[in-house]
């Protein structure tokens, strides 16, 4: 495969990424975001063991070493960061949960410094508190008085806890996959089995599954399944190919396309508003989190960080 075939594909990812949002959003109507994400990654178990199975059969079972990494990674990142995903969007806009969501890798470089006491350049700086004043112009509206009555809305909040969760994940796994000798397929595979279980566990004591089965069209099931293949199972699969033929810093700058995909197809499906404010966010929070997070020294491939978490 040839690096401008790489690139469409990282194009097409980012595209399949940003549709999560909208098929969320609507998804969000029927189902509550434990209920939501144990659908979505039910699917996804299939398609995302048959792919292990035919790249890395060695890897099927984890040892006893590896099943305390995994589930931590699994509860943090993929349960967490998407039972605050589909939370987020039941309060708030695609729009606003996918530039929060951009964020990502700012947040990550944020609390690499803080707890694994990476070094931070003048230029990681400059980018880490630009995107940040671009999360905080989507949060806020810049409006001050907001502000100072901390009326924030509470989607906007539940999706940066999100990303929080993500972010973990992301240092979790980044140390986990080199301490335990965890590939990132395998890592992938079994926290999609870990969020599978404590989602249906979860959802059976904290919310009403079966009461929103009656209400699930054929259109919100479709929605499901695209979040499934094509956001979770297809992403990930073009992702890490595109990481093994191009390297990971190459590949990450796609996801900053996600956002620009998403203000379109939330105004185009949804009749979201694009403000101008918006777009200005947009682009700080971009132009922020490439800055943030451009690579300083090249990293180890088992060190990088492979999958998106939408």
């Not at 907001?146 to 979790?172: E, H, P, R, T």
Request: one cysteine or more; charged letters at 10%; a neutral charge.
């Amino acid at each position: 495969m040839s690096n401008r075939t790489v690139y469409i594909s990282m194009v097409i990812s980012a595209f399949f990424w940003a549709g999560a949002f909208i098929a969320g959003k609507m998804a969000t109507i029927v189902f509550e975001p434990f209920t939501l994400t144990f659908w979505r990654f039910l699917f996804a178990l299939p398609l995302i063991f048959l792919l292990l199975k035919i790249k890395e059969p060695n890897g099927m079972i984890p040892n006893k070493e590896q099943v305390l990494p995994l589930i931590i990674l699994g509860v943090v990142g993929t349960l967490g960061y998407h039972f605050f995903f589909f939370l987020a969007l039941t309060h708030t806009t695609a729009i606003n949960s996918s530039l929060i969501g951009a964020a990502n890798p700012m947040v990550t470089t944020v609390l690499a410094v803080l707890f694994f006491k990476e070094k931070i350049s003048i230029i990681r700086l400059i980018g880490v508190v630009v995107s940040l004043f671009g999360v905080f112009s989507v949060i806020t509206g810049l409006d001050f008085q907001l502000v100072a009555d901390l009326g924030f809305n509470i989607g906007d909040i539940y999706m940066a806890l999100g990303v929080v969760c993500f972010s973990s994940y992301a240092l979790l796994s980044r140390r986990f996959m080199n301490d335990y000798q965890i590939s990132p397929l395998t890592t992938t595979a079994y926290t999609f089995l870990v969020c599978t279980v404590s989602s249906l566990v979860l959802g059976l004591i904290l919310e009403s599954p079966l009461e929103s089965l009656p209400m699930a069209t054929t259109e919100v099931w479709l929605e499901v399944l695209y979040m499934a293949i094509f956001a979770s199972v297809v992403g990930y699969y073009l992702q890490l190919n595109a990481i093994h033929k191009i390297g990971a810093p190459q590949t990450m700058m796609f996801i900053n396309l996600v956002p620009v995909y998403t203000i379109v197809l939330a105004s185009a499906i949804l009749g979201e508003t694009i403000s101008i404010l918006k777009l200005l966010s947009a682009i700080l929070i971009i132009c922020g989190v490439y800055l943030a997070s451009r690579p300083e020294k090249k990293l180890s491939y088992q060190s990088q960080k492979v999958f998106p978490g939408l």
